[in-house]
């Protein structure tokens, strides 16, 4: 009797080892890609976080001292000044278009949805290009500004702060786009019908049931285009002219220009640390928000 | 037709017109500047206009007959081939084991292979640049693949895990309960049917790492130079008009390239 009990156990514990052996090799296909991203990224940003307390001596704040300069705190006000614009911008172009998108037939949607792709697929130095090339003096814009009488002399819209954010826009309108799209085609339709039955005008409607309910849309797109602004390193330094200088480019200048390794790496703290209080910030707003939604 | 109600609010089309009008504006502003490259392109004269005042094609014969350029492409090419075979093999494999695994730790392996996405990209590159040096991996063709690829694993990994998401894995279990391996159950059953994430996802990578500027601007130099470095470089020095001929051809891939995603996505939806 007690030896067909042990006999059982001793079963069950070879059963659960094998299975557990199973997970394991399970989890072990997942290596190869994990050796490949510890190597790639987390070797170097640990390798970036220790230079950056390090120089000749040995350990020091110096390079941090350093950043408390004014030249950087401009250019941290740009980073800011550009990241929010940009993102106001896309919530403005991009909640109309996805709100209507949302309404369409399928096939109508898919249309403007592929409208939408399409920059996204397209090479980012192409479009950068483009603008270039559309934004510049003797531009396609300025010909056809001045043509239609509309200025007298070309306008400065290139290598600037104002061509910046109009290629940056157009780079971050479809991380913005596709994530309020897919929130607002949840929304269930009956909502809105029963906020119109209960007397509500549209406008109200709009504000209290709609734009609610695609709030989780929204912040995950605001959070997407926010934080990928604040790393932004092509488009302003070719659209900017030298006159828009972001904290990307700061880093990569003190590297190429000054070969400077400490400053690079503290620039480079900074921006990492920056960047993931924000994603921390805006995954607390959302989680709030969808708390929120849910709550009603 | 107008006057009709467009949503359950009752709201005319009338009066949101201006709705209407405003999102085909932004449309067009997605769409209309990065087209107006091609006519352009055509343009006999250095100064580049729309429509072209002389039609050539001066500017693809700068194109071909330069020696650079056309190693930039190879280049480009090659590190875009390798980095789709890398990410697409790790990632499925990692998506595959990660979601089959019932281990807890599963959560958090997926969240760093999702790094590669979040951290800026200016950062990698200064931090691959700074491995690399000791390594003997600057200008390498090795290099550019390694880190492109770390840069697609996550695309890789999300869309697979979509896909999976959609096939019952009950399936693999009557495969292997009836003999067949892992393994095999895994090629035979399995992949089959997620076989459009995963060509979707490779369809990313590939365009991740033709995209990719600024891991190259730091670590390929020299020989290893891609098109992106020199399309930026040549941007930032002087304009040189034959970057819209070599612009145009990529707004032609991608045009195919969206179009295959797209068809691959239609299949996957059915």
Redesign the interface.
């Known amino acids: 009797m007690s030896s067909a009990e042990s006999g059982v156990r001793q079963n069950e514990t070879a059963l659960a080892r094998q299975a557990f052996t199973e ?2 090799k ?5 290596f ?3 050796l ?10 640990g ?2 976080f220790w ?1 950056s307390f390090l120089d000749a001596d040995g350990f020091t704040l110096a390079h941090y001292e350093r950043l408390l300069h004014p030249s950087y705190g401009l250019t941290l006000r740009t980073t800011f000044e550009l990241a929010f614009l940009v993102t106001a911008v896309c919530v403005v ?2 909640y ?2 996805a ?3 949302a ?1 369409m037939s399928p096939r109508a949607a898919r249309i ?1 949805l ?6 996204f ?14 934004l ?1 003096r ?1 531009g ?1 814009l300025n ?1 056809w500004l001045q043509d239609w009488g509309l200025t007298d002399a070309p306008l400065r819209l290139v290598h600037n702060f104002t061509g910046t954010a109009i290629g940056m826009v ?1 780079i971050m ?2 991380f913005m786009i596709l994530p309020l799209y897919a929130a607002m085609k949840s929304i269930d ?1 009956n909502y ?2 029963a ?2 039955n209960l007397g ?3 406008v109200q ?2 504000w209290q049931i709609h734009v609610p309910l695609s709030l989780p849309g929204l912040g995950a797109g605001v959070m997407v285009v926010f ?1 990928l602004s ?2 932004f ?2 488009t302003p ?2 659209l900017g002219g030298g006159r828009v200088m972001m904290w ?1 480019m700061q ?2 200048r003190s ?1 190429a220009v000054y070969s400077d ?1 400490g400053a ?2 503290a620039l ?1 703290v900074v ?2 640390v920056i ?2 209080a924000m ?1 921390w910030l805006f995954s607390r707003l959302t989680g709030a928000v969808n708390a929120a939604a849910g709550g009603r | 037709m107008l006057r009709r109600p467009a949503t359950s609010t009752q709201i005319t089309h009338l009066q949101r017109l201006w709705l209407y009008i405003l999102c085909g504006l932004v449309l067009f502003y997605l769409v209309v500047p990065t087209l107006l490259v091609i006519p352009m392109s055509f343009s006999g004269s250095r100064f580049l206009s729309f429509p072209p005042e002389t039609w050539s094609l001066r500017w693809y014969r700068a194109y071909f007959d330069s020696v650079e350029w056309r190693a930039a492409t190879s280049v480009s090419l090659q590190a875009a081939a390798w980095t789709t075979v890398v990410a697409t093999v790790t990632g499925t494999l990692a998506a595959y084991g990660l979601h089959c695994s019932r281990l807890k730790i599963t959560k958090h392996l997926s969240v760093l292979l999702v790094l590669p996405m979040i951290i800026p990209v200016i950062l990698l590159a200064v931090g691959v640049f700074m491995l690399f040096a000791p390594l003997q991996l600057n200008s390498s063709l090795t290099g550019l693949v390694l880190s492109h690829s770390a840069l697609a694993i996550p695309l890789v990994l999300i869309t697979v895990t979509a896909g999976m998401r959609n096939f019952d894995l009950n399936q693999e279990q009557v495969a292997r309960s009836l003999g067949a391996s892992r393994p095999r159950a895994f090629v035979t059953v399995t992949l089959p049917q997620i076989r459009n994430s995963v060509l979707s996802a490779a369809l990313l990578s590939f365009v991740v790492s033709l995209d990719e500027v600024v891991i190259a601007l730091l670590i390929a130099g020299g020989d290893m130079a891609t098109l992106p470095r020199r399309m930026f470089l040549a941007l930032r020095d002087e304009i040189d008009p034959t970057i819209a001929s070599i612009s145009t051809i990529l707004i032609l891939l991608s045009i195919l390239l969206l179009g295959l995603s797209q068809l691959l996505d239609r299949k996957r939806s059915k």
Do not use: K, N
């Open positions: 997970q394991l399970l989890l072990s296909l997942s190869p890609a994990l490949l991203v510890g190597f790639i990224v987390l070797i170097p940003m390798w970036l230079l172009l991009g109309p278009l709100y209507i998108a309404q403007v592929l409208c939408v792709l399409f920059p697929w397209t090479s980012l130095l192409v479009r950068t290009y483009a603008w270039l090339v559309l510049q003797r396609q010909t157009h309108l479809p339709e809105m019908r906020a119109a509500a005008s549209p409607a709009f934080v604040l790393g390193y092509v330094a070719l990307a880093i990569e590297l390794w690079a790496s480079g921006l990492l960047t993931l994603l």
